[in-house]
């Protein structure tokens, strides 16, 4: 996913964060980052999750859509690039080296922006742990390639929570809406309100583009021929 600075003057724009999931090409990504093992992302909870919301429909790839919505926030196609006041249109992205798919995922991701006139500044970690990149501690980043492992039960999910490592980062307390949500299921154990108030929190969380989710991996396993009904593992 791409963990967006919603302080950032740009990125805390709605139509900004949408205009750049519009402009990536996820299936692009799974293909060739994945070998096509891998669908679209579509919120942080797995299609087959009680969590996930049905009725949601997916942004999908539009790049001229994109470049449209950055058009009417005041910038203009010049010279092959968005521009404004004279300057290209430029995010900056940090990614972690540990997961070697990193830095291909953003080269991708720069070339598909760069299809619209959009400039992507990559900068890679040198740090441990990335929590101590000094950008991500000091909140001035733009855009950070990270990843979270999803569950079954969302309230195992406690990245978009204000007070947790990554929302406390991202800027999540200016979504206050969503976080009332994300109280309000953590304290019900009522199942079918829980499932209620959590297709909210996905319907909120994928129409604001929160995150801009990318692809769900696909993992493969291998099992030796001499073991016999192996379907269902």
């Known amino acids: 996913v791409l963990a967006y600075n919603l302080k950032d003057p740009l990125l805390a724009k709605k139509e900004i964060r949408r205009a750049l999931t519009l402009a990536i090409n996820e299936q692009a990504l799974i293909a060739k980052i994945q070998n096509g093992y891998g669908s ?13 919301n049905p009725k949601l429909k997916l942004i999908g790839y ?26 290209p249109l430029t995010f900056n992205i940090l990614f972690d080296p540990k997961d070697q798919n990193n830095e291909k995922i953003t080269l991708l991701i720069r070339q598909q922006l760069q299809e ?34 999803a569950h079954q039960d969302p309230a195992h999910m406690n990245y978009m929570d204000q007070d947790s490592p990554i ?21 019900t154990y009522d199942q079918k309100k829980r499932q209620k108030i959590y ?8 129409d604001e583009q929160v995150f801009g989710f990318l692809f769900y991996l696909q ?10 009904h192996t379907e269902d593992l």
Not at 62 to 81: M, Q, R, S, T, V
Not at 119 to 147: C, H, M, P, V
Not at 199 to 206: A, V
């Open 40 to 52: 679209v992302c579509i919120g942080p909870y797995l299609p087959n999750s009680w969590a996930s």
């Open 199 to 206: 297709h909210q929190i996905h319907q909120r969380m994928y």
């Open 116 to 149: 619209i006139g959009i400039k992507l500044n990559i900068e890679q970690s040198k740090e441990e742990n990335i929590y101590d990149n000094q950008a991500l501690a000091s909140r001035t980043f733009q855009i950070w390639l990270t990843g979270f492992a």
């Open 167 to 187: 929302g406390s980062i991202i800027g999540a307390s200016s979504f206050k809406e969503l976080n009332k949500l994300l109280k309000a299921a953590n304290q």
């Open 62 to 87: 539009n790049p001229f859509k994109a470049k449209e919505i950055f058009l009417k926030n005041g910038f203009e196609f010049k010279d092959g690039y968005l521009t404004k006041d004279g300057k």
């Open 219 to 228: 993992l493969l396993f291998a099992v030796d021929s001499r073991f016999t």
